[in-house]
T-cell receptor, first 117, second 113 residues
Framework: GAVVSQHPSRVICKSGTSVKIECRSLDFQATTMFWYRQFPKKSLMLMATSNEGSKATYEQGVEKDKFLINHASLTLSTLTVTSAHPEDSSFYIC?????????????FGPGTRLTVL | GESVGLHLPTLSVQEGDNSIINCAYSNSASDYFIWYKQESGKGPQFIIDIRSNMDKRQGQRVTVLLNKTVKHLSLQIAATQPGDSAVYFCAECLSFGNEKLTFGTGTRLTIIP
C-alpha cells in the first residue's frame, strides 16, 4: 500500500514552454501533498504544501506564479512549471501524507526529471 | 536558521558488515524524525521513524537511535546487502502531525561486495 505515482517520469522541453507534472496517490486518499525540488547530489527542498480544495502554501523564495499547484481531488495534485527556463531543470518529487491514529508519514513519488533546453 | 545535517557525506561498508549513518540536527524543538533511503533516479523511501519520547526504535535490520541531549540521530543497518547502497537522508519535523519536513544533506552508502 501507500503508493504514489508521478507522471511523466522524464520531460524535456524548450525554454518558454510550460510543463505539467502529475502526482497521484494510488491506493489512499491524501488531504495533503507536498512538492519538493532536488538538485544533483543535493537534498530535497520543500517548495510547497498542497491541500485538497484550497490554495497551496509556498515556501519562502518559491514563486507561486512560476510554480502553479492544483490539488483538485484527494488523489491528485499537479505542479505546472510556467515559462520554463534552463535554471528550472531539476528533479521534482511529490509526496502524499497519510495521517491517522499513530501514523503520520509522507510517501514519496518516483520523481520527475525536468530538462529545459 | 535551523538545519539538519550529516557528519559524513559518503560511507563504504563491506557486504555483511553493519553500517551506521549519523545525523546532527540543530532545532531542539523537533519532535519527530524520519530516515529515508533514496536510490538513484527515484524518490525517497521511508525506512523508519522515531518520536522524541523514545531513544531507540528497531525495524527489520534497521535501528534508529535518538540522543536529544546532543541532538544526534543515527541509523544502523545490520548485515548490509548490495541493495542497501543508496543515499540516506534524515528528516526532522517540529511535531508528529506537523507535516513540514526538513531534510538533511544526505549520506551516500556504498556496499562493497
Amino acid at each position: 500500500g501507500a503508493v504514489v505515482s508521478q507522471h511523466p517520469s522524464r520531460v524535456i522541453c524548450k525554454s518558454g514552454t510550460s510543463v505539467k507534472i502529475e502526482c497521484r496517490s494510488l491506493d489512499f486518499q491524501a488531504t495533503t501533498m507536498f512538492w519538493y525540488r532536488q538538485f544533483p547530489k543535493k537534498s530535497l527542498m520543500l517548495m510547497a504544501t498542497s491541500n485538497e480544495g484550497s490554495k497551496a502554501t509556498y515556501e519562502q523564495g518559491v514563486e507561486k506564479d512560476k510554480f502553479l499547484i492544483n490539488h483538485a481531488s484527494l488523489t491528485l495534485s499537479t505542479l505546472t512549471v510556467t515559462s520554463a527556463h534552463p535554471e528550472d531543470s531539476s528533479f521534482y518529487i511529490c509526496s502524499a501524507r497519510i495521517s491517522s491514529v499513530g501514523t503520520d508519514t509522507q510517501y514519496f513519488g518516483p520523481g520527475t526529471r525536468l530538462t529545459v533546453l | 536558521g535551523e538545519s539538519v545535517g550529516l557528519h559524513l557525506p559518503t560511507l563504504s561498508v563491506q557486504e555483511g558488515d553493519n553500517s551506521i549513518i549519523n545525523c546532527a540536527y540543530s532545532n531542539s524543538a523537533s519532535d519527530y524524525f524520519i530516515w529515508y533511503k533514496q536510490e538513484s533516479g527515484k524518490g525517497p523511501q521511508f525506512i523508519i521513524d522515531i518520536r522524541s519520547n523514545m531513544d531507540k526504535r528497531q525495524g527489520q535490520r534497521v535501528t534508529v537511535l535518538l540522543n536529544k541531549t546532543v541532538k544526534h540521530l543515527s541509523l544502523q543497518i545490520a548485515a548490509t546487502q548490495p541493495g542497501d547502497s543508496a543515499v540516506y537522508f534524515c528528516a526532522e519535523c517540529l511535531s508528529f502531525g506537523n507535516e513540514k519536513l526538513t531534510f538533511g544533506t544526505g549520506t551516500r552508502l556504498t556496499i562493497i561486495p
